[in-house]
Structure formats: C-alpha cells, structure tokens
C-alpha cells in the first residue's frame, strides 16, 4: 500500500455481483473516513461480459484507476477472470479466488479454450493466491447469490480496517432494505472468513 | 428510493457523477429535465426523476429533449437536457440556433463522451459543439466536481443568456466518488414567457442582429473564463513539464505526477489564454492533456505559444496513468519499464443477447434464410452481428437502418441482383428516429422488408420505458404507441404488416421467407418483452435429456446463453464420412422458461421436467 492507498480490484463476469461487492468496500472505506474512488472497467457488463472494478481508497484518491502491477488485493469471482487479471496485482499482493469456472459461448463453440487448470496457473505466479468454492457455501447457506458476501468474508483480514467493520456494514445494509436476509449474509460472511483462512496455493518466499 | 434525495445539507455520500448532477440539478431549482436514454449519461434522469419539484420524462430523441428543455427556458425555468455524446449529433440542429438566439431560464446540456468506447458506436469529442455553437463548457473531473459544476453552469447560463455544455465523459459519469453536500433546492422565480418575436423567431432579419450579440458574449465568457476559479493553478515543484488538463485527466495527471505543477481548466471553453500565458512562463515544457482531440493545444499553439499533446499522446482513448506515465518519460528521456495489466492471451467473453432474449427467434430466421442483405440499427440486436448468428451486415447510427436499406434497394449492384433487403430495428430506435425512413421508403416506392423488434423497452441501455411500453420515466401508465397502426398510417399496406411471437421459431422462420420475396415493402413487428424486464414472465426452466439427444446441434444455434454444448463426438458414417455431433446441456439457473429451444428439437428431448419441491434453505441457520 503505497501513499497509504488500498488498491482493490475485484473481477468477475456481469451479473455477478462484483460491482455491489466493490461498492460494499467503498461505503465501508468512507465509512472509515477515507477518501475513495471507484470505478468499472466494464465493456457491456449486463450482457456476459468481462468486469473488473477497481476500489481505491486512502487519505486522498485522486484517479479512479488503479495502474497495471498496483492492485494490493485481487477478489476473483470467477477462476479464469482471476487469472486473467492477476497481472494487474503487486507481486507482494493477495489474490482470493472463488474456484468457480464459467465458459463464455465462444468457448461452448470451440472457438476458444478454457485454460484447463486456471489454479494451478495462479499458483505457478507465485504470488499469495487463496482459492475456495464460494458456490458451495453459498449453496450450504441455501442461496446461491450469497458468493458476493462470502468473497468479502474471504478478503476481510486482508483490509486495512477490521472485518468486523465491513461486516456490520454489509448486515445493516441488508437490515434497512433486505431484512430477512440480514441474517443469513451475516452467516455467509463469517463463512466466507473462515475459507478465506485457507492455505495459499502458493506463496512467494522471496518477497 | 435513492437515499441522497434527502440527504441534507453539509453530509458525506458516494455518488456517481450522474447522481451527483441530479443532486445538483434539484438543488440549483430546475424545473424540467428531459433526456433519451444513452451510455454513459442514463442515469442522469434515472436520478432526475427521484426528485420532487423537477418535471421530468424521457423524450423520444436528444433533439427533442434539447428542444423541451428550450421551451422550458423560454417560460423563464431552469432546464436540463441530458444526452450521450452522439445524443449531441441529433440534438444540434436545435441548439445551433438556439445558441443565437439565447436563453431566458438558465440551459444546461450535459453530454456524457464515451471516451474509450466502453459502449458506443464511436468516439466523439463534444467539444467541439461549444466552438462550433458558442456555448461555453464546463468539464468536471470527478463527482464532486459534476454537482459543483452543474450548479456553476446554471448561474452562468443566465449570466450571459447562453445554453452552456456540462462536458462528461465515462470515466465522470460511472465513478463514484466522494460527494460532500452543499445545500438543499433553491426555488427561483420563473417569470413566465415573455413574447418577443425578434428575440425568439429566427427569421433570417431577426437572426443577423444575433450575430454580433453572439460574438460579443464570445468575449464577455472569455474574461469570465480568464477570471474564474474554477481554472485554477495546483502548484507543484517539479518544473520541467507544466500540464494543462480538462476533465478527469487532471485526476490521472496528479496521480501520475504529483510534483508537477498543473493547469486544470474546469471552465475549459472558451480557454483562459492569458491565464494558460501565465503558466506557461512558469514551467520548462508545456503539456496538454486533454480527452479526446487536440483542441486546446490547438489553441494555444495558435495563441503564439509552444507546447505538446497529441504529438506526445493518443489521439484516441483514455489517457490513464499507464498511458501517460511512458508518453511523460520519453519526453523526460527517462527509462520506463512497462507493468501488464491482464493476459492478452485467454479467450475473450464478447458481450452475448439474455437467455430467452427475444431477438434470438427473428436472428435464428434470418441465419437459415440465404440471399439477404441484413441492414440493421443499433440496440441489443446489434449483437446478431456476432456468434453465433453472423446475421447482421450494417450498423452506423440511430434509425439508419431502414433508410440505408432503401438506399441500398436503389442502388444495388450485380451480386445484389437476387438479395433480398431487410432492415432490423428496435421499439426505441424505431420511435427515435427510424420512422422517418419508413415514410420515406414507402413514399419513394421502395422494397424493404423491416424487422420491427418491439421488445416493449430500450433494451441495450438497462430497460428503460419509451411511447412504445405503455409506461413513463416515473414508471406511470403512458399513451401506447401502435406500432401496426403507426405503419398503416405511414403508408404500408395492411396485408404487409404481420405481427409474430418470437418465439415461435417455425412462424418466424416462415414469414421472413414469405415477406421478403414481397414486391413490396413490409413490416414484421415481434411481440414479446425483453427478458430482463418485469414485463418478462420467468417459467420453469427446460432441461435435455441426455440419452434422447442425438448430438444434432439445432439448438445451440439459437444462441441462447442458457443452452451449452456437453460434449462433443466424432462419427464416422457407413460412406466413410466423419461427421462432429454436438450435444446439448441447458444450465437450469439460466434457462427462463421460454420454450422457443424446444422447436429445434425433433427428437424432442428438451423437456421441461414436473416441479420438484425444492426445500428453500435460506434460513436454515437462523
Ligand atoms: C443517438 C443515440 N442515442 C442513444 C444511443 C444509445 N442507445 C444505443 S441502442 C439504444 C436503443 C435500443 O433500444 P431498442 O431499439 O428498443 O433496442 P433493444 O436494445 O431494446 O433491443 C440506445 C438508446 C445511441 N447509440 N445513439
Ligand atoms: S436486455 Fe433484453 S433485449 Fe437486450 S439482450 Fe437481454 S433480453 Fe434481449
Ligand atoms: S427454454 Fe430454451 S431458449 Fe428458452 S431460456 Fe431456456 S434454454 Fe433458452
Ligand atoms: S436440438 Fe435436441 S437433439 Fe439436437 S443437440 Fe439440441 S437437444 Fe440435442
């Protein structure tokens, strides 16, 4: 984190949830009297295709756009957006990888491929990259559009201000205009947490 | 409801620079808001309209909306007239006179540019509409600045009885952003129009004597723009390169280049010459960093003085830190190493139409039809340009697709000799501007069998409602254009106007055949929603069965997102002959229900399997 600014980029494909995830992490950064910016980089994001947004926060932000090679943490909804888009991370960044594979249908058509094991490609960076199937918790928790909040479950000890922040934002977010499910976010979260503890996939040692 | 529509005065929100110029339309008292929805600027009267006190719709096309939000200045209101940066294109004819003959109520156009073409057809620098129409323009460089701005804008309006231009672009609009509040509505006066005719009847006698009046408030807003505040110096200590931006690039420059000393224009047109003078004098070179053409460095060029831009930088795109940051050092002669961004090698994941969109039935005819020319417009349909369909041949602008297709009709060339010409196009597109080449079509006497794709929403921009839907921007129950009745009016013979569901395939396949070897023009009008729409009914979803697929591939022509391939198998036929089958899965999350797959089956095996009670788990744990 240079500048004191934390650079967050969160990827995924449209209708996914990354940008109400990113916009989650932004309220909570202003909460935490921040300044913050953030921004999509988002082609015609409602219709499958690539999005990646970036939240950048700090004393003063001035552009919305976090530089190639500067993200601090990465947060991949899908295996192959994460790959595609580890390049923009530090070397010294934390990648969290919901294992998650979905195939465009220029793939399903065989004109292109899908790399057979994304994972695996992300660990042979050799940067820290933490890897879980949100879809199975949230399929546990019973409602599938939960991978948001468990992804910000997984990212939360990696922030700058304490999860336990972002976690009461996101539940009272839920609380005012969602209240019957207040509860279960409250839940995913806390699961999210604790895959997000789970071993990285590879670590690099020379940092 | 939005929450910022009653937030006081004096609080903290992040907003996006279109919520910020609604917050700041409603606070500087405007009284009418009209727009037609494009990217990056709709969710400007999205906004507008969560307000009280603000007559808000959407209008048909840009130049209507321009020419309600005049109307609206005249009676002595402050208006607002919300566009795209192609809106502007269409809008121009009103306000280049308009311009001329001033304004009453202060007029605010807020054009959004697409710079690097997130979603548009091109990429336009509006700018160029403040020289070309002497309109002063104002450019923000974040959300902060969009609700300062917009408020500055409308006391300069009625300063100097000029329409003036709020210049935006994507990287303004869809940032959010820090916004701290800095009052609430201030009602104003509005006198009531005041009748005129020299004013306000264009003749050319009455216009002449515009035209001085208009070259002397050309001065007047060149001392306002000398003397104003918002183009202000940000002091730095590097001297060796002194940057003047406009919009959001001083945001890039000051991230990339803390220490250098920069010239931030907020009132960019007409530019501060003696103040730009003035830097110049204080710093080694001279940079302008400016999206996207190089009009201020042209002017300063002009104005005597020596400085760079375009000849360092794109001329096209965003100029973000890691597009400045080489340009910058090669001029420095300092090394650079280039960090990537992303893998440029993985597949892509182009932009598809919904599972159950109803354009996958006509784009699924017009795919099996052969000899056609397929002249089509812009809206999600474009997208039957691409995979797997391949069934759209042109797309320029707005409504251009049934007057190029007579055009094309007219004018065919040998290979044309036996095509037959179709023209694809949307409700809203239709509405906006594409009537009028029907009328013309039919009245010229030519032969264009239109597709009227009537999805009962502007389908492309996020579903918002037009006359065709039956509803307004307040979601309100609105007259209903008819779309038949409308063709009829305009000339079409009645036997020529066929009204189709979508969704079934064999109909639709048939009557495309059928009116295309018409010696005359008609009109094909579809009838079912868009799927992402509340119109839309979502039914249970269909699923294949496995062993009865015979791996014939039908229907992953149809290109619904729902329907993928499972497996693939090669074959070899008794005559030797190896053939690839295509099996087909339907993911059950996505499939809505829609049926239309199911009529490419012939073994029948897309089913839609009996309901299982699914225990709801949601809170399981509570
Ligand atoms: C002059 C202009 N204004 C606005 C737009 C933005 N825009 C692109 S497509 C579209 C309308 C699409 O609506 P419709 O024709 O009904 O097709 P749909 O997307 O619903 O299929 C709009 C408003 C534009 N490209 N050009
Ligand atoms: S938004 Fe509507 S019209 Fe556009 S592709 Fe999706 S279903 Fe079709
Ligand atoms: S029924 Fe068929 S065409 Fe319709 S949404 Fe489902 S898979 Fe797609
Ligand atoms: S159309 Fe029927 S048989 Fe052919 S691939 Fe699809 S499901 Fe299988």
Known sequence: MRDGITNILVVGIGGQGVMTAAEMLARTAIS??????????????????????????????????????????????????ALRWLPHLRPTGVAMVNTLRIAPPVVSAGLYAYPADPIGELA?????????????????????????????????DHLPFPAEVLKANIVEGFRAYKPKLAEVNAQAFDAGREAGHVKAVSRQLTA | MNAVVHAKAESRHLLSGNEAVARAAWEAGVRVAAAYPGTPATEIL????LYPNIYSEWSVNEKVAVEVAIGASLAGSRALAAMKHVGMNVASDAFMTQSLAGVVGGLVIVVADDVGLSSSQNEQDSRYWGRFGHMPILEPADSQEAYDLVKR????????????????????????????????????????????????????????????????????LRDASEASDLNVVSAGGDRRIGFI?????????????????????????????????????????????EETEPLLETEIRAAGLEVHGKTILPRFGELAPSVL?????????????????????????????????????????????????IIGDIGCYTLGAGHPWNALDTCISMGASLSMAHGMDKGRGDSDEKKSIVAVIGDSTFLHMGMQGLLNMI???????????????????????????????????????????????LGVRPERIRMVDPYELPTMVKLVREETKMEEPSVIITNRPCSLTDRFERLRAYTVLDDQCTGCGNCIDLGCPAISVARRETVTAKSGKTKELVFAQIDPNTCTGCHMCVETCAPDAIVQPEPQNRVIRIHAHA
Not at chain 1, 58 to 63: A, E, L, M, T, W
Not at chain 1, 127 to 151: Q, S
Not at chain 2, 340 to 366: I, K, N, Q, V
Not at chain 2, 452 to 467: A, C, K, Y
């Open chain 2, 325 to 373: 940051r080489p340009a910058i050092k090669a001029l420095l002669g300092e090394a650079h190493e280039a960090a990537s961004r992303s893998r440029a090698d993985l597949f892509p994941r182009p932009p598809t139409m919904c599972a159950s969109c109803p354009h996958l039935g006509p784009y699924f005819a017009l795919s099996h039809i052969r000899n056609l020319n």
């Open chain 1, 124 to 156: 042979a960076t050799g940067i820290e990259v933490h890897a879980f199937d949100a879809g199975a918790i949230a399929e546990e928790l019973g409602n599938t559009k939960l991978v948001n909040t468990i992804m910000l479950g997984a990212i939360s």
């Open chain 2, 245 to 289: 931006t406009s919009g959001p690039t001083f945001m890039h420059v000051r991230e990339t280049f803390p220490d250098a000393p920069v010239l931030k224009l907020g009132f960019s047109h007409p530019a501060p010459l003696d103040k730009i003078r003035a830097f110049a004098s204080q710093v080694d070179t001279l940079v302008v960093v």
């Open chain 2, 46 to 49: 999205e906004n507008i309209a």
């Open chain 2, 153 to 220: 804008a409308f006391d300069l309006s009625e300063a100097h009885e000029t329409p003036v231009i709020v210049r935006m672009t994507t990287r303004v609009c869809h940032v959010k952003a820090m916004v701290v509040l800095e009052s609430e509505r201030l009602e104003r006066p509005t006198p009531g129009f005041q009748k005129n005719p020299q004013r306000w009847v264009m003749t050319p006698a009455n216009a002449k004597p515009r035209l001085p009046i208009m070259h002397e408030r050309d001065r007047a």
């Open chain 1, 32 to 81: 935490q009297g921040y300044d913050v910016k953030k921004t999509e980089v988002a082609g015609m994001a409602q219709r499958g295709g690539v999005v990646s947004s970036h939240v950048r926060f700090g004393p003063k932000v001035y552009s919305p756009q976090i530089d190639a090679g500067e993200a601090d943490l990465l947060i991949g909804f899908e295996a192959a957006e």
């Open chain 2, 443 to 489: 009245y010229n006497r030519g032969n264009v069998t239109v597709l009227l794709l009537d999805n009962r929403s502007v389908g492309m921009t996020g579903g918002q409602e037009n006359p065709g839907t039956g509803q307004d921007l307040h979601g309100l129950p609105a007259p209903r254009v008819d779309f038949a009745k409308l063709a009829e009016a």
